[in-house]
């Protein structure tokens, strides 16, 4: 997790993992002292590398890590991480595998529970699931208000085959403005828990990021971050992490071109006056949304270049007209920074008419990750 040498390196990512602990320090400070963490590590660790960040967060101890499919659980076991596993989301068929690597499934109905009880009986032993209910986002989980139908058989199979170690849910507009919704949401969930006898349900979580700065009250057992950790806002966090990751690119050529020339694939951009244009080694097969084409800014220090033309698979051209100092080889920030930042996440968000989810995770394994060092503490 040391410092790497990109000084040949076309473009690459900076992360500051002192950062993403700080970001996972700052959410457990603002919960209950008995609320535990189940950090969410899926999809690569949001793109910021599922490794690295698992490395940097492990002398916290969290409770466990939440995956969404069976090959990131694995691959937590083959690095030898012992920690509960979550999984998330599964198909019927990842049940056994998911069994076999002691991961521990989520379960939201009755056809998925006899399944598991199956792989359970043929593994002769008993096996730990999280139980979903769904208070309304519409995805999976039992449906709260059923609760009288599907009890019964989730109690039958915990006699023998199972263990009831979990159950959670998921706020569906937790980044609104209006509470409303999630505070019904989490009304439901409470309903539908305190149903349970006595000593079943286990742990409970149903906070994920942004609804775990918002509502502390609704930390339940365990939050469950994710975007939070890696320097990400949904909208409306009643704190805001610190950035993560800096996405760097170098120039590979500098000229001077007339008034009218043109740039890119389809010319869609045309030099109003004589201009400097530098080209920049990174593109969308890096992770650079193609909507930034004539529509995003990169930063050479505190200064701005705007993208012009369209935005090709593996360069950009910037207008880099009066900027000082900018040659080949030089390099500056496409996304990351202070949130106020042009480049930053959010910023890079908006100007595509997305959610910063998308711009992280669409990252590319083409870019180098270089990792700071955790002081330990």
């Keep these: ?168 849910a998921h706020f569906h507009s937790a980044d609104e403005e209006d509470e409303q919704p999630s505070r019904e949401q989490w009304k439901r969930f409470q309903q539908c828990v305190q149903s349970f006898p006595d000593g079943a349900g286990g742990v409970h979580h149903v906070a994920a990021s942004v609804s775990a700065t918002r509502w502390p009250e609704y930390g339940a057992d365990l939050l469950r971050p994710g975007l939070f950790l890696y320097g990400g806002t949904g909208g409306n966090e009643a704190i805001l992490p610190q950035p993560v990751i800096t996405v760097r690119a170098r120039v590979t050529a500098v000229r001077d071109v007339p008034a009218g020339w043109t740039a890119s694939y389809g010319a869609t951009y045309k030099a109003e006056g004589p201009s400097r244009w530098a080209t920049l080694a990174i593109g969308y097969a890096d992770g650079v949304p193609r909507a930034l084409s004539n529509n995003g800014v990169v930063t050479f220090g505190d200064q701005q270049a705007p993208i012009i033309g369209r935005v090709c698979m593996d360069v950009i051209v910037v207008d880099v007209t009066g900027l000082e100092g900018v040659v080949p080889g030089s390099v500056c920030t496409v996304i990351g920074g202070s949130p106020n930042a042009p480049t930053s996440l959010q910023a890079v968000a908006d100007r595509c008419d997305t959610i910063t989810y998308d711009i992280l995770t669409g990252l590319s394994r083409r870019l180098p990750r270089r990792y700071n060092v955790v002081a330990q503490s």
């Design 1 to 168: 997790m040391g410092t790497q040498d990109l000084s040949s390196v076309r473009a690459w990512v900076d992360v500051d993992l002192g950062a993403l602990v700080a970001n996972y320090d700052s959410l457990q400070e603002r919960a209950k002292p008995r609320v535990g963490m189940l950090p969410v590590v899926k999809a690569d660790a949001y793109g910021v590398g599922f490794c690295p960040v698992v490395r940097a967060l492990e002398p916290r101890q969290p409770w466990g890590y939440g995956v969404a499919a069976v090959a990131e659980g694995l691959e937590l076991r083959e690095r030898g991480i012992d920690r509960r596993v979550v999984l998330l989301f599964s198909t019927p068929e990842e049940l056994d595998l998911a069994a076999e690597a002691s991961l521990t499934p989520g379960i939201g109905d009755l056809e998925a529970l006899e399944r598991y009880r199956a792989c359970a009986k043929r593994v002769d032993r008993r096996l730990p699931f999280h139980l979903e209910i769904d208070t309304g986002i519409g995805r999976c989980g039992f449906h709260h208000a059923a609760v009288a139908d599907w009890l019964p058989r989730v109690l039958e199979a915990c006699e023998a085959e199972l263990e009831w170690e979990g159950t959670f």
